[in-house]
């Protein structure tokens, strides 16, 4: 075996040991499919608010301009599917992304063991960890490196393991063995594109992001337009539904990250608990979680808009 395929190896047996569901591996180079894709997307503001995803074109579609002399980009995927959700039906709903701790602390330390593991056994490789907190388009890396492929929600979809899980990667200077992408395995299937309460899936693999109810609870500063009253299937925080529907997940089975693990009380919080959530109780369920990002307000602002 050669020293590349051994380095791969490696890596690949030290994702898996760390947690990670699987590790693929593509070589650093400009996303050339993706550019005009990119463009056209933001041309047409399906970003919304997000102005963010107009800033570092170039970082987007070229990790040698995030890490110098990159050589591959170590794409890694972490099950957050969750054992059990929340009891009450009629309970405003939560992405299952965010039931535990904030991800980007449990991928971050994850990816800084693997890169320090790297460092240790081969020598002296310089790198990144990049968790959704950098300009780096995840879904298309991992597609490269032949984890998934990209489905008609334009989430990553895997075939035996569906989607419900983290996408991360580690971008070094080291040359490894690259994987093949796999094939699209979405066929005739709709079920996203039909389910969507909001419309946001406009053509196959192409999402409108302002008109997403993760956008608008998320991400979204303002007021919720009222033209989306009754739109937003109870979802107070993200929203699974091209997801929950989507044939590939019925084969997810639960994560066993306990940092993922939700607090009790927040599964057991009725409808009317949501409604009366004081910002004690907030500080409390999520005070790791990624549901900070909205902020007492925010959430507060999405739980009167179902309710209205």
């Known amino acids: 075996m050669n020293l590349k395929a051994t380095y791969t190896k490696q890596i690949k047996t030290e994702a898996k040991r760390l947690g990670f569901l699987s590790c693929g591996i593509s070589k650093a180079e400009f996303l050339e499919q993706e550019a005009p894709r990119l463009e056209k997307w933001l041309k047409q503001n399906m970003h919304g608010e997000m102005q963010y995803m ?12 995030l890490v110098n002399d990159a050589k591959s980009v170590i794409s890694v995927l972490l099950n957050y599917f969750p054992s059990e959700e929340q009891h009450d039906p009629e309970a405003p709903k939560i992405s299952k992304y965010a039931y535990g701790t904030d991800y980007h602390f449990v991928i971050k330390d994850k990816l800084k063991q693997l890169l320090h593991y790297i460092q240790e056994e081969i020598g002296e490789v310089h790198g990144r960890a ?5 300009p780096v388009l995840d879904k298309a890396w991992a597609a490269k490196s032949g984890l998934g492929w990209i489905g008609k929600n334009s989430n990553l979809l ?5 989607s419900f899980y983290f996408i991360a990667e580690l971008i070094v200077d080291l040359d490894l063995d690259y994987d093949m992408p796999v094939t699209d395995h979405c066929g005739t299937c709709t079920a ?13 693999y192409v999402v409108d992001g302002s008109k997403c109810i993760s956008y608008f609870t998320i991400e979204l500063k303002e007021e919720i337009p009222n033209s989306y009253q009754g739109k937003f299937d109870n979802w107070m ?6 997801q929950d529907v989507c044939p590939w997940n019925s084969f997810s089975k639960p994560h066993n990250e306990p940092l993922f693990n ?3 009380e927040l599964l057991e919080m009725t409808k009317k608990d949501w409604e009366e959530i004081t910002q004690d109780v907030f500080s409390r369920i999520f005070q790791k979680s990624a549901v900070k990002r909205t902020k007492f307000s925010g959430l507060n602002r999405n739980i009167r808009f179902l309710k209205d």
């Open 130 to 134: 990049f968790v959704d907190s950098a």
């Open 237 to 242: 925080f993200g929203c699974d539904v091209c």
């Open 192 to 204: 996203c594109i039909d389910a969507c309460p909001t419309q946001a899936i406009v053509d196959p």
């Open 262 to 264: 939700p607090k009790p």
């Open 158 to 162: 895997t075939q035996q393991v569906g």
């Open 54 to 65: 107009e800033n570092h074109f170039d970082k987007r579609l070229d990790p040698t301009k």
